[in-house]
C-alpha cells in the first residue's frame, strides 16, 4: 500500500499515464485505470517491496516526476516548489518583501551599495557606505551577503532591527525598520553625448513599459534613442507587448502565438496583439541592441520593432527562447511550467530554436534559409531568434589582460571586488565633497599598489596594455558609482563596439530612413569582406 504517496505526483502521474495526451491534470475528473497506468504501479510497488535499496516512497516519486518531465523534451520545463516558485516569481516581476537597499561584501563586511527610492531604508535614513554590523540582535561582522539578505527579509508589515556602522560615527548606529513590498526597477535611461538617449532593461518585468515611458520624458531632448536589450533574459508577455506599443502606431501587429489548444490532440489556436496607443516618439531614430543572450519577451520587443522598420537591430542572432509558457497550479502549493506554443513576429518569422535539454540548438542554420520582407523593402532572416540588420561582435581580452586575469586568479585576488572596492570609496568621496567629482587617470595609481602588496606580479602591473585595462575598469566603475551614467556610457563605448556603432550611426542620421540606409551601407561591405575573405588565395 501507498501510505506515503504525495498527492501532487500521485494525480499527474495518473492523469499521463492513464491518457496519453499530456493534458493538464484535472485533479475533478475521475480517472479509469489503463494497462500503462497499472504497469506503472506495478512496478514502483515491486520497487518498493524487493529491490535491495530500500527507497522511501516519496523519493521514488519524485524521481519519477523528474523522468516524466525530462520525457517531454522540452528544456524550459520543470515543477517548482513553493520557495523556488517565490524565487522565480521575484526574478520576473523585481518585488520582493524588504527594506529596499543593495547590499556587497566589500572589504570583508556586508555594505550598503544602494539605497532605493520611496522604500523603508530610504524613509529611516540608511546611507550608501552604511556597514551592517547587527541584524535582530546577532552580530553580522562576518556574515556574507546571502546571510545579510536572508535575515533582513520577511513579511510585509513586520519590523527588522539592524544596526550599522557609519565613517565619521563612534557608534554603530540602530535602525528599527518596517519590512514593506519593494520593487527594483529594471529600467535605467541617460543622455550621453549631450544629444542620444539610452534605455537599459535588464528583464522584461513587471512595470517595465512604464518605466520606458517615463524614460522618455527625460530623454525629451535627444536626437536618437538607443534600446539596450543585451543579456536581457525576457520576462512577462503583457509587459512585452506593452513596451513595443509604445513604439509603433495605434493597429499595428505586436506579435501572435500558435498555442496547443487545451485538451485537443494535435489542434491549435492562434492569436495576435495590435498596438492600441499612439506611438510615443514617433520622430526620434531608434537603434536596438541584441547579443545571444536576448530572449523570450525581450526578442518579441526586438522583433516587432524590426519587422515594422520603427528601429535598426544591432549587435548578435538573439538566444531564440520563441516559446509561450504556461504556469499552472498544482496541488502542494507547487506549479508546474510547460512549453504550450510559439512565439512569432508580425510578419510571421518564429523566434524559436529547437534545443536539446542541455539547451544546445537541435540543428546549424544552412545556407539558405528563409525570408520575410518589410514594408520598406527590407529582408529579414527568419530562421529563429532575431537577426541583427547590422551583426557586430562583442569585445574580446587581448593575451595580455587575460594574462591579468590568470595571474590575479593565480594569486587569489578577487580583482572585480578590489576594483569595487577602490572605486566605491572614491565615489563616496564625490558625492559628499570631500573628493574630486572625477577619477582622473593617476588617481587609479594606488590600486595598482594595493594589487601588488597582495602578490599581483610587478612586472604585469607595469604592462602599459595591463595598466590601460585596469584604468579602463577601474574609472568606468566609478562613473557608475558616482550616479555619472553618461560618462560609464562614454567609457563603457570604448570597448563595446556595439554601443559605439550605435553612438555612430545616431548621431550621423537624421531620419530613421537615412539611419536604415547608412548601417545597410555597411552591412554590405561586411558581407562583400566576408565573402572575399573565403576566397582562395585571400589569407595569403
Given at each position: ?92 516581476t523585481g518585488d520582493y518583501a524588504g527594506i529596499g537597499v543593495q547590499i556587497t561584501q566589500l572589504n570583508g563586511r556586508v555594505t550598503i551599495t544602494a539605497v532605493f527610492r520611496r522604500t ?140 496547443r489548444l487545451r485538451g485537443q490532440p494535435n489542434k491549435t489556436v492562434e492569436e495576435s496583439w495590435d498596438a492600441r496607443l499612439p506611438a510615443r516618439i514617433p520622430d526620434k531614430t531608434l ?24 528601429a535598426v537591430v544591432l549587435g548578435e542572432r538573439t538566444f531564440g527562447k520563441g516559446v509561450v509558457q504556461t504556469v499552472l497550479p498544482l496541488p502542494g502549493d507547487r506549479r508546474l511550467r ?203
Amino acid at each position: 500500500m501507498f501510505r506515503r504517496m504525495p498527492s501532487i505526483l500521485f494525480i499527474l502521474l495518473l492523469s499521463f499515464f492513464n491518457s496519453g495526451e499530456g493534458q493538464v491534470p484535472d485533479t475533478t475528473r475521475q480517472v479509469d485505470a489503463g494497462t500503462e497506468r497499472q504497469v506503472f504501479l506495478g512496478a514502483f510497488r515491486n520497487i518498493l517491496d524487493y529491490h535491495q535499496t530500500t527507497f522511501n516512497d516519496s523519493i521514488l516519486w519524485e524521481q519519477a516526476l523528474e523522468g516524466l518531465i525530462e520525457g517531454l523534451n522540452d528544456p524550459y520545463a520543470t515543477v517548482f516548489t513553493p520557495e523556488e516558485f517565490g524565487a522565480f516569481e521575484e526574478g520576473n516581476t523585481g518585488d520582493y518583501a524588504g527594506i529596499g537597499v543593495q547590499i556587497t561584501q566589500l572589504n570583508g563586511r556586508v555594505t550598503i551599495t544602494a539605497v532605493f527610492r520611496r522604500t523603508p531604508a530610504d524613509e529611516v535614513g540608511l546611507l550608501v557606505g552604511d556597514q551592517i554590523v547587527d541584524v535582530k540582535g546577532v552580530d553580522a561582522r562576518e556574515w556574507t551577503t546571502d546571510m545579510a539578505r536572508d535575515s533582513i527579509r520577511g513579511p510585509i508589515g513586520t519590523v527588522v532591527e539592524i544596526e550599522v556602522e557609519r565613517e565619521g560615527v563612534g557608534e554603530p548606529l540602530p535602525f528599527p525598520i518596517r519590512r514593506d513590498k519593494v520593487h527594483v526597477s529594471a529600467v535605467t535611461a541617460s543622455t550621453v553625448h549631450d544629444s542620444l538617449g539610452y534605455i537599459l532593461v535588464d528583464q522584461v518585468a513587471r512595470g517595465s513599459a512604464a518605466e520606458v515611458d517615463s524614460a522618455f520624458a527625460l530623454l525629451a531632448d535627444a536626437k536618437g534613442i538607443i534600446l539596450d536589450l543585451r543579456r536581457n533574459p525576457g520576462g512577462y508577455l503583457g509587459e512585452s507587448l506593452s513596451m513595443a506599443d509604445l513604439f509603433l502606431d495605434r493597429g499595428k501587429t505586436l506579435a501572435s502565438t500558435v498555442s496547443r489548444l487545451r485538451g485537443q490532440p494535435n489542434k491549435t489556436v492562434e492569436e495576435s496583439w495590435d498596438a492600441r496607443l499612439p506611438a510615443r516618439i514617433p520622430d526620434k531614430t531608434l537603434v536596438v541592441l541584441v547579443d545571444r543572450f536576448t530572449a523570450s519577451a525581450a526578442e518579441i520587443v526586438a522583433g516587432s520593432l524590426q519587422d515594422h522598420d520603427r528601429a535598426v537591430v544591432l549587435g548578435e542572432r538573439t538566444f531564440g527562447k520563441g516559446v509561450v509558457q504556461t504556469v499552472l497550479p498544482l496541488p502542494g502549493d507547487r506549479r508546474l511550467r510547460i512549453t504550450t506554443g510559439d512565439w512569432m513576429t508580425p510578419l510571421g518569422r518564429s523566434l524559436h530554436i529547437p534545443r536539446d535539454l542541455q539547451g544546445r540548438p537541435l540543428h546549424e542554420v544552412s545556407d539558405s534559409f528563409p525570408t520575410v520582407v518589410t514594408e520598406a523593402g527590407r529582408s529579414l532572416r527568419a530562421d529563429g531568434g532575431v537577426f541583427p540588420d547590422l551583426v557586430i561582435e562583442g569585445d574580446t581580452l587581448t593575451t595580455v589582460e587575460q594574462n591579468l586575469l590568470v595571474e590575479s586568479a593565480k594569486a587569489e585576488i578577487p580583482l572585480t571586488l578590489r576594483i569595487t572596492e577602490f572605486a566605491f570609496e572614491h565615489a563616496k568621496r564625490a558625492k559628499d565633497g570631500t573628493g574630486p567629482e572625477e577619477l582622473a587617470r593617476e588617481g587609479v595609481e594606488p590600486l595598482f599598489s594595493l594589487l601588488e602588496g597582495e602578490g599581483l606580479p610587478a612586472e604585469l602591473i607595469e604592462d602599459p596594455e595591463a595598466r590601460e585595462y585596469l584604468i579602463w575598469r577601474t574609472q568606468m566603475a566609478f562613473a557608475q558609482r558616482a550616479e555619472h551614467y553618461h560618462h560609464a556610457l562614454e567609457f563603457q563605448a570604448e570597448r563595446d563596439r556595439v554601443l559605439a556603432a550605435a553612438f555612430r550611426f545616431l548621431e550621423g542620421a537624421n531620419s530613421q530612413g537615412e539611419l536604415f540606409a547608412v548601417v545597410e551601407r555597411e552591412a554590405a561591405r561586411a558581407r562583400l569582406a566576408q565573402v572575399s575573405d573565403s576566397l582562395p588565395g585571400s589569407g595569403e
